[in-house]
């Protein structure tokens, strides 16, 4: 019996563990889907290599999920998505989503005073990836760009609400609170595992904007536009993939999700280099 392709799983794809806050929202938001996950936990983090490493890692990472079957993909890494997409979409040849179109938009609903801050890794931040997309959308719009590298450590680590991770958000956050910010996009999937510490200093007034929530709404649209919404009628199930330590992910993951997930897969990074 062959599969349709609407029962076909969506791949995600993250540096890290960062993606798991895009697959929380896309499970409640398609509870029905199949979910294949790879974090490339080798070779995390993607924030500090140049773009051409990045593209090289995204178009790797894509090639693996596409041996699995996958009917679309979702880009679950802000740093991928604002350097590697418009090269993924020349080569491969399903749907794929990226971050930063849905937080922008996501951003402009939610901001009063219309200035609007982005924190990610050095690499979105250093390529204006929000500022460009969100001007393109409303020119009338002030962003103001922050890279906080350490965030994406910390959350990897696990350290959720430690002491450490708030004095760190202290300094990074700073500027941000001078310029009077009302929306604040988490500009990197690992920042919503630090929503907890980045709420409490940046202040209760500002808007968080968290990649998954902004995202799982498209992902779902452009599913119904290629006509590839599962419909089983069944509970999806999410299989984990990695490039190093799966106990480490599997550790955080469980923290993250709040609930057990079953074995996650070890993918040899030779393996993954070599047959791509
Ligand atoms: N989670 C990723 C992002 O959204 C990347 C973090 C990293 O690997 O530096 O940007």
């Known amino acids: 019996m062959s599969i349709t392709d ?13 993606g798991l806050t ?6 409640s938001t398609l509870p029905n889907e199949n979910i294949i996950y790879f974090g490339d936990t080798a070779r995390v983090p993607y924030g500090s290599k140049s773009n051409s490493t990045v593209i090289e890692y995204s178009i790797q990472n894509t090639k693996f999920l596409l041996q699995k079957n996958i009917k679309a993909l979702v880009v679950a890494c802000n740093t991928a ?12 040849d399903i749907p794929i989503i990226g971050m930063i179109e849905p937080g922008s938009r996501m951003a402009l609903s939610k901001t009063h005073n219309k200035k609007i801050g982005v924190i990610g890794t050095r690499a979105t931040t250093s ?6 997309e969100i001007k393109r959308l409303n020119d009338k719009v002030e962003v103001f760009e922050k890279p906080c590298p350490l965030f994406v450590p ?11 991770t708030y004095e760190i958000a202290e300094e ?3 500027e941000l609170r001078e310029e009077e910010i009302d929306t604040l996009v988490l500009g990197c999937t690992h920042y919503p595992i630090l929503t907890e510490v980045i709420q409490k200093v940046i202040g209760p007034k500002v808007s968080l904007i968290d990649s998954g929530v902004a995202s799982s709404e498209l992902i779902k649209l452009e599913l119904e536009k290629f006509n590839l919404l599962s419909d089983s009628g069944t509970i999806g ?6 490039s190093d330590i799966p106990a480490k992910f599997k550790e955080v993951a469980e923290l993250f999700l709040g609930r057990g997930i079953e074995h996650v897969h070890k993918v040899d990074l030779e393996v993954l280099i070599s047959e791509h």
């Open 127 to 132: 390529n204006l990836a929000y500022s460009k």
């Open 154 to 164: 910390l959350a990897e680590e696990g350290w959720i609400k430690h002491r450490a």
């Open 81 to 92: 998505s604002s350097i590697a997409i418009p090269d993924l979409k020349k080569i491969f």
């Open 172 to 174: 990074y956050l700073k």
């Open 237 to 242: 199930s999410q299989e984990y993939y990695v």
């Open 22 to 27: 895009v697959v929380k929202r896309l499970a």
């Open 6 to 18: 609407k029962q076909k799983p969506i791949g995600v794809f993250d540096s890290g563990i960062g």
